[in-house]
């Protein structure tokens, strides 16, 4: 054997001993031996994006097109192969005028037009605000709204929308969550808004899906501290809905810690913030077999102040999304139809300071992160759950 290679050999055995000493000690404290950080420290979890995720379609134009959300789906594509997500998530306000209820249906049907052109169904959050502000819940339920609400609704119709392009509509979310206009209002009249609501879509589109969805953690009207949040029945706000109206449970749970600067553990355990027997007990009350769970997990919080800011890695964000995946499949074991909608817009700019996206604009393939949202995805499907998105790139 020539020196060199002697030598080779040697350095060779000296750095598999090495490396088996640091594995059996890894193993010994029940850690695994090779992390997503270990590999984004040598600079390698990028070759790792490349799993295929998506349900076998691949949309086609996606990156032209005006709609956000398609547009971001594009990047999504890039990650999965194809097409990941059977939904996509939009958001809109409430009309407070004939003016502004043709020129909102106006702009919601281009969307809806363009998301069933790419072959994406819509999920449609109708949040109780206006270009007043928030909406107030009594004045809703007395019929403040109504006309507005109708002229919305059939101008949707005369735009040529279909009760499939309609997709799902979702009226007063998580309205056990202290962000709305209903300090004096009752849970009954969430119930009585939300089967107004939808009555006067159904009106118009008998076939169209509508949905409830609530948080998992009930809040008092007052009191946004989320420490205090509990975890309570939810069939005092289902319970006056007619049977049959609504087609699916929505079941919000997010993970929470408090800031860097603040004791406190948070709450990160899915089977605490999306407690199944809750979500059985309220799709029962409604009188469906389909639950979906809008979730997510954050990479940083709190990003407006820097003392304050909380960071989260990526084998943390593998950990909480394990467990929303646990979640749902003992949904789907119980015999419910189940989606997983994963909120994951970057919203740190924006006061709400969290980032909830799992890579950088234009970047999907250079975050350890999107390892493990290609992953939960790929598991999902695998356990044949539906997976659907909020996600979307602004125009700047």
């Known amino acids: 054997m020539k020196r060199r290679d002697f030598i080779w050999a040697i350095g060779f055995m000296v750095a598999t001993a090495a490396f088996s000493i640091y594995v059996t000690s890894l193993a010994l404290l029940n850690r695994p031996p090779i992390t997503l950080d270990f590999l984004r420290n040598l600079g390698l979890s990028r070759t790792f994006t490349t799993a ?20 971001k789906l594009a990047e999504y594509q890039q990650v999965c192969g194809t097409n990941p997500a059977s939904r996509l998530m939009v958001f809109t306000d409430m009309p407070n005028s004939d003016s502004v209820a043709v020129d909102n249906a106006t702009k919601m049907a281009k969307t809806l037009k363009d998301m069933a052109g790419a072959g994406v169904k819509a999920l449609v959050v109708l949040e109780p605000v206006t270009n007043w502000g928030a909406v107030d819940f009594n004045e809703y339920r007395n019929g403040f709204y109504d006309v507005w609400l109708d002229t919305y609704f059939k101008t949707l119709k005369q735009s040529g929308i279909t009760d499939e392009q309609m997709g799902m509509w979702v009226p007063f979310p998580e309205a056990n969550l202290p962000y709305w206009n209903h300090q004096n209002s009752k849970p009954d009249d969430f119930a009585a808004n939300v089967t107004k609501t939808v009555i006067l879509q159904k009106k118009y589109f008998p076939n169209s899906k509508a949905s409830v969805m609530l948080n998992s953690a009930t809040y008092a009207n007052d009191d946004f501290d989320w420490r205090r949040g509990e975890y309570i029945s939810l069939v005092p706000y289902l319970k006056t809905i007619p049977k049959g109206l609504i087609d699916s449970f929505g079941y919000q749970g997010l993970p929470w810690a408090p800031p860097s600067n603040q004791p406190g553990v948070g709450v990160m355990d899915a089977n605490e913030y999306l407690n ?115 996600d979307q790139i602004h125009d700047r």
């Open 276 to 390: 199944t027997k809750i979500a059985i007990e309220s799709a029962n009350q409604l009188g469906v077999k389909s639950i979906w769970l809008n979730t997510g997990t954050f990479g940083r919080k709190y990003t407006l102040d820097p003392e304050k800011t909380v960071v989260f890695t990526a084998e943390q964000r593998k950990d909480i999304l394990a467990g929303v995946q646990t979640q749902a499949k003992t949904l789907r074991d119980q015999g419910y139809s189940v989606a997983v909608n994963l909120f994951a817009e970057d919203k740190s700019g924006t006061q709400e300071a969290t980032d909830w996206s799992y890579w950088a604009n234009g970047q999907p393939k250079k975050s350890p992160d999107s390892v493990i949202f290609a992953d939960f995805v790929s598991d999902l499907h695998r356990e044949h759950i539906d997976f659907w998105l909020f």
């Open 52 to 71: 295929q995720c998506g349900m076998g379609q691949k949309l086609i134009g996606l990156e032209g097109s005006s709609e956000p959300h398609l547009k």
